[in-house]
């Protein structure tokens, strides 16, 4: 029949070994922390592995209660069970309390010893006689355990039952390492510290898995002061460790192998880590927090070190591990009294910074007052400044407006200005072209009327009636008057033929024969731009008929972008 499975065994195991540890732990802080906290420094990196500590210490309950849960499912299972199973479900429910309550564990224990199938198994019979004397070196009850160890058959020890003898042997040198830290005379507690040694190279020898036997080698090195060897042993270990839940054994040893080199960064950090995974695990009876609190006491961080032991001794009394709430409670009234002191310091500055607020808030109420009466001042100042602005604002309004009225009649006079000044130098072109033309055609008279006399004189009566018939002359004339006025026309306004076209429809646009000439079309609107909108003036200006006009009027209309009736407006403003 089976006693436990192997993982079972190493985790009884690596807590039978952190127990027997805690009596070593205080000696070695006598001797040791005094010493390595004197330039004991925190660093950011240790900093932010307490805050996740603190966070933990915070929240154990939930980690109290994910136990209590694992039990009670392992309780209701036990409660239908039978034989065998039974008997493996007892042994769970009392691996789960053997660290976490022991009360609790010693009722499940005196179950699982009334159980017939334990009665009828040697084997399981020394099992629980180990188990005994396991809860009871937990609860301090040292001879109690011994009598349990000594009542084992030590023929069941063997080989064979290889998981039972080393559950054994850790039991035996757990409470061989509690013994020899007790006894008050040296000789006893060097054959106690000899049975520790005896003990600790059996479970070397015996035990089988090289991953646990390193570990109590590297135990071995650090208690033969040996850090640097145990260091060869325990760092492998570390290279494959979960970092979210760490061996506690592993970490603690290191820690231990860290402080005796004197190496603070480590030796806290590794204790931290313990620390984490003790409470992690639910577990209530450990001792890298106590360690650890002492430490940050040491130093100066005193309220963190109170929050840890307190931590420390609930669970310790929670567990009913009484020497090790005991044990605490030796450091705690150091560290209690320190934290009081530093509280009530801390309570007589909040005092003064609270009188020092007090004066800061009856000179802010007086400011205040000041500030409000001045605020009523302004209040006043920035209402007769706003009825100042407002008539400031109508005022400058009435005069923008003056400003508008100036400026429009402004524009209107330099447009009459800009259509005066267009009117005389078309005044002034036209009249030098008026007075050139009518000298000219005084010559042309004056050579006509030569002309038709030397014909009467020679008697040439038939050539004087065909030159007088004859309309050639009149049209050379009018030939030339229009030219005259292409040319007299755009001198005043040379973009008219540009101007005129951009607006027509694009298609519609006026292409003229001749460069500065004008075309007949051009010609109507030409005299409209200068004033002569009536279509009889024109057509006799012209000399076209009144219907011949009107129909380029129309025509040039249609042809015009936009609306065809603001067509001539538009064209009298070019």
């Not at 910074?353 to 302004?378: C, E, N, S, T, W």
């Not at 009435?398 to 078309?426: G, I, S």
């Not at 005043?492 to 076209?501: E, G, T």
Request: charged share 25%; net charge neutral; with cysteine.
């Amino acid at each position: 029949m089976p006693l436990t499975s192997s993982i079972l065994a190493l985790r009884l195991y690596l807590q039978h070994e952190n127990t027997m540890k805690l009596p070593l732990l205080f000696a070695i802080l006598t001797m040791t922390t005094a010493l390595s906290a004197q330039n004991l420094k925190i660093s950011p990196t240790i900093e932010q592995q307490l805050k996740e500590l603190d966070e933990i210490v915070e929240n154990k309950a939930s980690y109290h209660a994910e136990r209590e849960k694992q039990a009670a499912q392992l309780k209701q299972q036990a409660k239908s069970a039978q034989g065998q199973r039974r008997v493996n479900l007892l042994k769970e429910i009392f691996d789960l309390y053997s660290h976490f309550q022991v009360d609790s564990a010693q009722i499940y224990l005196d179950m699982l010893e009334n159980m017939p199938e334990v009665k009828q198994e040697p084997a399981l019979v020394a099992l629980t006689q180990i188990a005994q004397a396991e809860i009871q070196t937990v609860a301090g009850l040292y001879a109690d355990a011994e009598n349990a160890l000594n009542s084992v058959d030590p023929t069941l020890i063997t080989p064979e039952r290889q998981d039972l003898r080393l559950y054994y042997y850790r039991t035996r040198r757990t409470l061989s390492g509690w013994m020899a830290h007790y006894s008050q005379f040296e000789k006893v507690k060097k054959q106690w510290e000899q049975k520790v040694c005896r003990f600790r190279d059996s479970l070397i020898s015996i035990d089988p898995n090289p991953i646990t036997c390193n570990v109590v080698r590297a135990d071995k090195a650090n208690a033969e002061g040996k850090p640097a060897e145990a260091l060869k042993f325990l760092l492998p270990l570390t290279k494959g460790m979960d970092s979210n839940l760490p061996d506690p054994y592993v970490c603690f040893t290191l820690a231990e192998a860290y402080n005796a080199l004197g190496i603070q960064e480590n030796t806290l950090s590794y204790l931290i880590k313990t620390a984490k995974a003790d409470l992690q695990q639910g577990t209530t009876e450990y001792m890298a927090l106590p360690w650890l609190a002492q430490l940050l006491f040491e130093a100066g961080q005193v309220e963190r070190a109170y929050v840890y032991l307190l931590c420390a001794m609930e669970d310790a009394n929670f567990c009913n591990a009484s020497l090790r709430s005991i044990e605490a409670s030796s450091v705690f009234p150091i560290i209690d009294r320190q934290y009081k002191q530093t509280t009530h310091e801390q309570h007589q500055r909040e005092r003064i910074l609270l009188y020092v607020m007090a004066g800061l808030l009856v000179v802010v109420l007086l400011i205040v007052v000041l500030l409000i009466r001045q605020m009523r001042k302004l209040h006043q100042l920035r209402k007769k400044q706003t009825e100042t602005n407002k008539n400031l604002e109508e005022t400058n309004r009435a005069m923008q407006q003056t400003m508008e009225k100036l400026n429009q009649t402004n524009e209107t006079l330099q447009q009459t200005y800009a259509a005066l000044r267009l009117t005389d130098k078309m005044k002034e072109e036209y009249i030098a072209r008026y007075l050139d033309q009518c000298r000219t055609y005084i010559e042309e008279m004056e050579k006509n009327r030569k002309d038709c006399l030397r014909m009467l004189k020679q008697h040439q009566i038939e050539e004087l009636y065909r030159t007088l018939k004859s309309e050639q002359h009149i049209q050379d004339e009018q030939e030339k008057f229009l030219i005259d006025f292409d040319t007299s026309f755009l001198t005043l306004f040379p973009n008219f033929i540009r101007q005129f076209n951009e607006l027509l429809k694009p298609e519609e646009r006026i292409v003229t024969k001749y460069e500065n000439q004008l075309t007949t079309e051009m010609r109507v609107f030409a005299l409209i731009r200068l004033g002569v909108k009536d279509t009889q003036k024109i057509a006799h200006f012209l000399n076209f008929s009144i219907a011949t006009v009107y129909n380029y009027r129309s025509k040039m209309r249609n042809r015009a972008l936009g609306n065809p009736a603001d067509f001539e407006a538009r064209v009298a403003e070019l």
